[in-house]
């Protein structure tokens, strides 16, 4: 499976075991199925794994909030995913590596993959976050350095 920018996906248990010290949310194993499900969006050739949430009044609460105190956020979008609502949590975005998905999302077995307008604006917002962290403001929940150092160290073995 050649897995691309704008898949959405679930990852492997191992993952979790791993970098879960460095503020992963938390992974839940339904019936085999992990949960949140993530968007993989490529940035700099790096893979990126975006969580998606369906609890959607609990995140347009915090973006009013944000958008009243900012004027605007980044750190959360709405999307929808095949007629239905979902929460974009760039704030939880992570670095993994192919080999740590465990596989697509399906629908009518065929895998889910975002249009690519509304891939476009992701990464506008992503690479605003990314410029942000740059000049010192963090709004990234999970520790990307450490995960992005670990990963260096893996491919120099």
């Known amino acids: 499976m050649e897995y691309k920018s704008g898949m959405i996906v679930h ?14 949310m938390i992974n839940h194993n339904f019936n085999h199925i992990s949960r949140p499900v993530y968007l993989l969006i490529v940035k700099d050739k790096t893979l990126w794994a975006i969580p998606l949430s369906s609890k959607i009044r609990k995140y347009e609460r915090i973006i009013i909030k944000k958008i009243k105190l900012y004027k605007k956020c980044s750190s959360i979008m709405m999307l929808e ?21 465990k596989c697509p999302s399906y629908i009518r077995s065929k895998p889910i ?39 260096d160290h893996d491919k120099s073995k």
């Open 113 to 151: 993959v975002l249009p690519n307008s509304i891939q476009k604006k992701i990464r506008n917002n992503f690479k605003t976050m990314l410029s942000l962290k740059k000049e010192g403001l963090n709004l990234f929940f999970t520790d990307i350095d450490s995960i992005l150092k670990e990963l």
């Open 81 to 101: 995913i095949n007629n239905k609502k979902s929460a974009l949590l760039l704030q939880n975005s992570f670095p993994i590596r192919v080999y740590d998905i």
């Open 11 to 24: 990852i492997k248990e191992e993952y979790y075991n791993r970098y879960n010290k460095y503020n992963l």
